[in-house]
């Protein structure tokens, strides 16, 4: 199901932060409008990023005409800043720019990276542990952009982004932790993970880059990919250069735990056997059988068949047409022109004058044309299949990993 006019409503899962529904997170759901829960829930986190900003300047207050403006400016500068950024990004009230913005608050401030109420069930131990850690980074990353007409009488300054001038009468963003004169083009002050700007210019300053919260939390402890939180617990398991906590590496589907077992990924989600194989496996265009998971695999444009000879193969002469160049034609694959047009492949004439002309002037691309057939890129001959061996596909066991380790590693 896709959210839009097919999901009833947003209902979150037990513990995944993703709509039962449509399966969407909450900031990707169609945001029609924000529930009153959580509007209340958002401003409390902003003004709570506010309190905790070392910005000396008041909130950027809406005004009739955005959703919020950067604070401190004249209406003119207002105007200035905004023109600076792409149209769809600019908060007008009731506009796309004013959706994005409620994306964006949601996407790079999690509230469960800072609220222990916000996640499933921490005990008292990591409770604690999660309002250090986000008390640290208050304390020693978080900050908030400033808007300020750069100066007609200086000479101009880089853009910490995009190495371009910023010159004399131009709107600038400083933010103080990047030290002192530090700057940015207003559209350039962006998250040096995700490349999003910056949601109402906060900032989390590490090691010479400005982050948004939630990849700034990213850099200093594994997240969840099941339900988006931080992990703090010793241990987590890793798959693929993604962290789960351990007992949310289970199916997508049934969530059958899936340690220690065979799984496989798809949009980064894991799942077992059985519920792959149910949703998504494919079926074979020559024998219509059903190919399994264990089974070798080839796929052109949309189209699979069992990776073998009696699968793949040409569909007038039966001619095995793995590691071959091919020439597909009205969802068939055939070995030749004359078998495509349904030509008797025992007629001495097969050996047509079009494929003929055809290595010839292969022949002349890498003079290697008996022995690398695979190479030929004509228009009509299509080498570009894919290979999926079941080793390829599967993916045995997960790796337990100390999240303390990683953080080491990383920091190291
Ligand atoms: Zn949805
Ligand atoms: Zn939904
Ligand atoms: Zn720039
Ligand atoms: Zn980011
Ligand atoms: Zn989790
Ligand atoms: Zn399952
Ligand atoms: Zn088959
Ligand atoms: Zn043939």
């Known amino acids: 199901m896709r959210c839009g006019d097919q999901c009833p409503g947003f209902r979150v899962h037990g513990w995944r932060k993703i709509c039962v529904h449509c399966k969407c997170v909450r900031e990707e759901h169609a945001v029609r409008s924000v529930p009153g829960q959580l509007e209340k829930m958002m401003t409390k986190l902003v003004s709570d990023f506010q309190r905790h900003s070392i910005s000396d300047d008041d909130s950027g207050c809406a005004s009739e005409e955005y959703a919020w403006v950067p604070p401190g400016l004249k209406p003119e500068q207002v105007y200035q800043y905004f ?49 250090l850690f986000s008390q640290q980074r208050k304390r020693e990353n978080l900050g908030r952009g400033v808007v300020r007409l750069f100066p ?7 853009c910490q982004q995009c190495g371009r001038q910023i010159c004399g009468g131009d709107i600038a963003v400083f933010a103080s932790r990047a030290g002192h004169g530090s700057c940015w083009h207003p559209q350039c002050f962006q998250c040096a993970s995700c490349s999003e700007l910056l949601v109402d210019l906060i900032y989390f300053y590490q090691d010479g880059q400005i982050y948004c919260g939630r990849h700034h939390a990213e850099r200093l402890k594994p997240r969840c990919q099941a339900c988006d939180e931080i992990i703090l617990a010793d241990e987590c398991t890793e798959a693929e250069g993604r962290y789960w906590h351990m007992k949310h590496f289970c199916c997508f589907e049934c969530e059958a735990a899936l340690g220690g077992q065979r799984y496989i990924m798809r949009e980064s989600r894991p799942y077992c056997c059985s519920c792959y194989e149910s949703l998504y496996a494919e079926y074979c265009d020559t024998c219509r059988e059903h190919i399994g ?111 303390r380790k990683w953080l080491r590693s990383i920091l190291a």
């Open 83 to 131: 023109s600076c950024l792409p149209e769809d990004r600019v908060p007008y009230v009731n506009s796309p720019g004013e959706r994005y913005r409620i994306k964006q608050l949601l996407h790079q401030l999690p509230a469960h990276d800072s609220e222990p109420q916000y996640c499933n069930s921490l005990d008292e131990e990591e409770k604690k542990e999660l309002r």
């Open 152 to 158: 007609v009488t200086m000479t101009g300054a880089i």
């Open 293 to 403: 998971i264990d089974q070798g695999q080839m796929t052109y444009e949309g189209q699979h068949w069992h990776a073998v000879e009696s699968c793949f193969c040409c569909a007038l002469c039966q001619l095995p047409l793995l590691g071959r160049p091919f020439l597909p034609r009205a969802g068939l694959i055939f070995c030749s022109r004359s078998c495509s047009l349904g030509e008797d492949p025992n007629n001495s004439d097969s050996c047509d004058s079009a494929l003929q002309s055809r290595h010839a002037q292969h022949n002349r691309h890498c003079g290697n044309s008996d022995k690398c057939p695979l190479h030929c890129s004509g228009s009509e001959w299509s080498s570009y299949i894919k290979w999926l061996s079941s080793s390829k596909r599967l993916l045995l066991t997960s790796s337990t990993h100390s999240s």
